[in-house]
């Protein structure tokens, strides 16, 4: 069994007892230990505390003064699956066009599909191979990931086999998300209940079958599934074993959260547009309410009222959307610092959506989220910082030193 054992670390961050959703004032809560020490067995956190409590023994020792130490990020929403990047449609937003008149003009989720079924699976899994690697060196440790952009029975299985094997091949701990209901086929735009039968009579029954996804998510949006048809979708994943995590609320407010809510969903993402009446549903629901502020950035729309949702009592989680056509990046510190300079969310509360309210809106938060003993030893050991005020802060420079997965640097 190998021993590692780290010393005089300035703060090690996030070292919550409870994995639950942490919510409402409790956010800005981020319990750290200064001057500490943490030690692992192989993959996994066996001790920390106070430097004044450490007592030496055998194993790999090291010092990391001037750093601080925490839980890897887990980005519990990204589409890091698809063929090519979305640049043209770039430019014709910064012309003027709006997301809804680009995905019209047969762009957007429509152009990622015609792309990725001409693309092999071999390239697929290369391509977003890559896109894990770099994100990991980022501070990524656990990933949700979606299909959708398959928009047919090969298509989607293509996807969700490719994210099989980068469950299997990655250090990194995966979940995956069955999205065949991301946007009507274009064949199928006058016919929505024969492409709804395709999805459960025909991709269900595979996808339960090759244990293909962990999770079932419906895009609730005007021009896309209303609720009652996302309620159909979820219902019939449901009977596959298949929870809820789902779109809602990104562009318009057509009754996606309360039938989320109905639902149970894990967690309801995205949330630019909220009626009051909503942000108050969402105070009182159990699962997250995923924030994901680049796709907002990006596509130059108000951001997510974090700010009422937490002071609701909503579990305000944070993620990042990879995806080609609304965020094109994965980075999650860049994900925090938006939070926090642009929502107003507290270093603290930004850090705990992003780590262990993560971790709970994919349903990993036993093993990953904190630095707790008996969960894994994913963690980031940042460059010397002041404070952990300066990591959002400094939002232009990497300040993650190295990254720890499964008790390995990478």
Known sequence: MATQIFTNISSLANTRMDSGFVRGDELAILPSIKNAFIIIEDD???????????????????????????????????????AASREEEFIDKIKG??????????GGILNSATKL??????????????????????GTGAI??????????????????????LKEKSSLKIKSTFLGAHTFPFEYKENHHKYIDMIINEMLPVIANEKLADYIDVFCEKGFFSAEEMKTICEAGKKYGLKP??????????????TGISLNALSLDHLETLTEKEIELLG??????????SAAFFLR???????????????????????????????????????????????????????????NAMGIENDYGSISVGKKANL???????????????????????VMISGSFI
């Open 44 to 82: 996994t956190i066996v001790e920390f505390g106070n430097m004044e409590s450490f007592r030496f023994r055998d194993g790999k020792n090291s010092v990391a003064m001037n750093t601080i130490v925490l839980p890897c990020w887990c980005d519990s929403h990204t589409h890091l699956v698809f």
């Open 97 to 106: 066009l709006s997301y809804v008149e680009i995905a019209a003009r047969g």
């Open 117 to 138: 079924n001409a693309t092999s699976a071999d390239e697929l899994f290369n391509s977003a191979w890559g896109r894990l690697k770099e994100i990991s060196k980022q």
């Open 144 to 165: 949700e990931i979606k299909s959708g952009y398959g928009l047919s029975l090969e298509g989607e299985l293509k996807m969700l086999r490719v994210i099989k094997k």
């Open 245 to 258: 995590k789902l779109h809602v609320n990104q562009l318009n407010s057509i009754g996606g959260i309360e």
């Open 284 to 293: 009182k629901y159990k699962g997250a309410s995923t924030l994901l502020p």
């Open 301 to 359: 729309m108000p951001l997510q009222p974090a700010r009422s949702l937490i002071n609701a009592g909503a579990a305000a989680t944070l993620a990042s959307d990879y995806n080609p056509g609304s965020s094109p990046s994965g980075n999650m510190n860049f994900v925090i610092s938006l939070a926090c300079i642009q929502m107003k969310m507290l270093p603290e509360e930004a850090i705990n959506a992003a780590t262990i309210n993560g971790a």
């Open 380 to 402: 980031i050991f940042t460059k010397p910082a002041h404070s952990l005020a300066y990591l959002p802060y400094s939002f232009g420079s990497n300040l993650i030193d190295k």
